[in-house]
């Protein structure tokens, strides 16, 4: 599922999620329209055994993309405190993170809702 693309412009009323199953679990993905590539994307993992809980994890760029950011912002704080000054780049690369926290909690709750959709479609 890391490397599925789910963008597309035809959107289908009844169509979600992209998925992908194997003997032990069943991978989902929300499909998205091409306006939606900077919202990071998020796979949910349910174990066959149990459906009634389902795992979330970022994609792996936007795995790569939280670690590159992370370890800037960490790098930036550890030289602004050893030089005793706030670095001019502190700013951007806190703006940055803020964003991709922000962009990745709405795709959170977006995946939750279609998630909660598609379960209580048949009730």
Same mark, same amino acid.
């Given at each position: 599922?890391?490397?599925?693309? *789910?963008? =597309?412009?035809?959107?289908?009323?009844?169509? /979600?999620?992209?998925?992908?199953?194997?003997?032990?679990?069943?991978? @989902?993905?929300?499909?998205?329209?091409?306006?939606?590539?900077?919202?990071?994307?998020?796979?949910? =993992?349910?174990?066959?055994?149990?459906?009634?809980?389902?795992?979330?994890?970022?994609?792996?760029?936007?795995?790569?993309?939280?670690?590159? @950011? =992370?370890? *800037?912002?960490?790098?930036?704080? /550890?030289?602004?405190?050893?030089?005793?000054?706030?670095?001019?780049?502190?700013?951007?690369?806190?703006?940055?993170?803020?964003?991709? %926290?922000? @962009? *990745?909690?709405?795709? %959170?709750?977006?995946?939750?809702?279609?998630?909660?959709?598609?379960?209580?479609?048949?009730?």
């Amino acid at each position: 599922m890391d490397f599925k693309s *789910a963008s =597309t412009f035809v959107s289908e009323p009844n169509k /979600f999620l992209l998925g992908y199953e194997n003997d032990k679990r069943i991978d @989902l993905l929300r499909i998205t329209t091409p306006f939606e590539k900077l919202l990071p994307k998020i796979i949910v =993992t349910f174990n066959k055994e149990n459906f009634n809980q389902y795992n979330l994890r970022l994609k792996l760029i936007s795995i790569i993309i939280y670690t590159l @950011l =992370t370890i *800037a912002l960490i790098s930036n704080l /550890f030289y602004s405190i050893k030089s005793g000054k706030l670095e001019s780049d502190f700013s951007m690369i806190l703006f940055l993170n803020l964003m991709f %926290y922000i @962009l *990745a909690f709405v795709e %959170y709750k977006i995946v939750n809702r279609k998630i909660n959709k598609v379960i209580n479609w048949n009730e």
